[in-house]
């Protein structure tokens, strides 16, 4: 029998210093500032060590023990950081973070601190005509990147360079050439409050105290803390309405359900989330932790064991909460609950408990506290809160349509899309309007977060696709399907894949919805092999027809085998590749671009047009749109 596997006592410490020569981690030593001066440790000169980590970039470093004793023996040295400096440090596969870790106080800088403003939308102080030009040039430098690449790579194979790249190096007037013509930035019609899908996290603020907002930095960087998002512009006032009231059902079940640590692991509540459309039709998700669950919980829940939960506990208690917890949420959005309706979804039998609109929540008392003559009284718990100051600030009032809660255990809050939704109100979707199509949009689909930028993105796609009557567009990372439906009316048919299987759902609907016959949707990976030989079978199909690809996939990126599938599918002769981030852009673009090979088979793509446009105002973010070209076999 194999020897079981030796444990690793793992202690992460905060360097604070991001940029780490990483020929001293290589050499296994780690520069460590403490008390304002730098301490250069090495790993030979800690007994126990077996080696060092330090991703780049990232302030925190590992040190890997052997024992458990030598890993304790170490702390005084290497946490030394946090002691002039409160820090949270991570051990042992636990973590661990006190009341200062989670403040994130800089005792000893002059820096101001960074804001929940400055972490969500950082352009917020920038004037907006400056954001778009900061955005061009940022697709600007991407598209120099493509140029550089591609040179590269001919040169690596001792190719000729095709006739585009050489006309663009032409130019001497730029010694950083973009590999085609770049329109200025498109701005967004909606530059405030355009946020359609608002995912909150639930967790603690400075003062230590239930907060539901976003978290103050990225979470790999040490970052727990929760700051209230009132103040951030992209944020709509529904989703700020919904938020403050959450807010007071935090407050009010803290003894009894207790926001989830993102440190510990432990805790309740975990997301809120809002999505909205442009007719004010609102969803809201909550997602919740069962009290007394472990994090490899998912994987052994039983239907039987998730319907006990949404069922009053036995005996006296709250039983794992989540009953107790729908009460509360039922009670307090009951402002925007017709009492008279039940679940729509036939696996949900849970009726809408009634309330008194009329009457205000009523105070809840606990536990007596002490007074000055020693006397006790009760202590008052916080009320529940039906409204909002951002009520007011809605044009045209708000429709609840959908109100769900997820039961999830794991670590990270982004749940598979395969854990199911509880509808406790409502239906289990909400139709948004683009175009002057309906669009159903279910709790895991993508739909664009800005609705009226969504419609910008469909034209410029549309313009730069070249359609006509007898085009077959293939809508690769669909989605809901807003693109292909929207451009169905100027093509043959369309194909669309989507590996959300509620998207897909939602695409079929939305096509029927709109009386639109010629999409076909399927739910799959797009670089499955049964969908690329599907895709090849179409096109083999339709060799005399005008073939073009729409690829709108998540931020990382395509897959390198559907650029493999594209490049050696020589029918296909036009490409719109739309990213929300140009290093993303980059990397699949220089699978399109690159000379030929044992590898990338077929002949290369050359860029023609490219747009950048604001989805995304006051945010570093930019959407950009590139349209290809084959090269034709004498482009040398």
Known sequence: MAEPPKKKFKLDVDTRNKKQHENHVQKQQIEIEVSGEKKLIKAKEIPGVVTIKKPKGSYWATFVFDSEEHMEAAKPLLLSVNASNPRQCWEIGKKQASFDARKRLRENDDAPRKTIEDSVTPLHQTDYEHQLVMKNRKLRHALQNITKATVKSYRSTNKDQPAWLKNVQSDKSDNKPICCPLQPTIPSPQTEGYRNNCSFTVGFDTEGKPCVGFLLGAYKEGFATVARPYNCKNVAPIAKHFCYIFQSVLDATADQLPCYDKVEHVG?????????????????????????????????????????????????????????????????????????????????????????????????????????????????????????????????????????????????????????????????????????????????????????????????????????????????????????????????????????????????????????????????????????????????????????????????????????????????????????????????????????????????????????????????????????????????
């Open 268 to 636: 309740f509540w975990r997301r809120l989330i809002v999505r909205h459309t442009v007719n004010n039709d609102v969803m809201v998700l909550i997602q919740i932790r069962p009290l007394g669950t472990s994090t490899e919980d998912d994987a052994t829940r039983t239907p039987a064991d998730y319907e006990k939960s949404f069922s009053p506990p036995e005996g006296e208690g709250i039983g794992d909460g989540v009953h107790f917890a729908v009460q509360k949420l039922l009670a307090a959005f009951r402002a925007h609950i017709d009492s008279t309706q039940t679940t729509k979804t036939e696996d949900v039998k849970l009726e809408v408990v009634k309330t008194e609109p009329e009457t205000p929540a009523k105070v809840e008392t606990t536990t007596a506290m002490q007074t000055e003559d020693g006397s006790s009284k009760p202590e008052q718990k916080p009320e529940l809160i039906t409204t909002s100051p951002y009520l007011a600030e809605v044009k045209g009032g708000i429709n609840l349509k959908s109100l769900q809660v997820q039961l999830y255990c794991g670590i990270s809050n982004a749940a598979p899309s395969t854990v199911p939704h509880r509808v406790i109100y409502g239906g289990d979707h909400i139709l948004e309007e683009v175009n002057g199509l309906r669009f159903r949009v279910s709790a895991t689909s993508f739909f664009q977060v800005n609705t009226p930028g969504n419609e910008q993105l469909i034209k410029v796609i549309k313009e730069m696709a070249n359609l006509t009557p007898d085009t077959i567009l293939l809508d690769l990372c669909c989605g809901t399907g807003s693109i292909g439906i929207c451009l169905a009316q100027y093509v043959k048919q369309v194909i669309g894949v989507e590996i959300v299987a509620d998207a897909i759902e939602d695409a079929k609907w939305n096509a029927k919805e709109n009386n639109i016959s010629n999409c076909t949707y399927v739910c799959n990976k797009v670089e499955a092999p049964e969908v690329l030989q599907m895709l090849e079978g179409i096109v083999n199909e339709n060799k005399a027809a005008p073939i073009v690809c729409v690829l709108d996939p998540p931020r990382c990126g395509m897959n390198p085998a559907v650029i493999k599938w594209l490049r050696r599918t020589t029918v296909l002769q036009d490409l719109v590749f739309v990213s929300c981030d140009p290093n993303g852009l980059v990397a699949n673009a220089d699978s399109l671009t690159r000379a030929q090979s044992n590898t990338w088979v077929g002949r290369a793509f050359q860029p023609v047009q490219a747009q950048a446009l604001d989805l995304f105002p006051h945010t570093d973010h930019v959407e950009s749109i590139v349209s290809w070209k084959r090269e034709s076999g004498d482009n040398h």
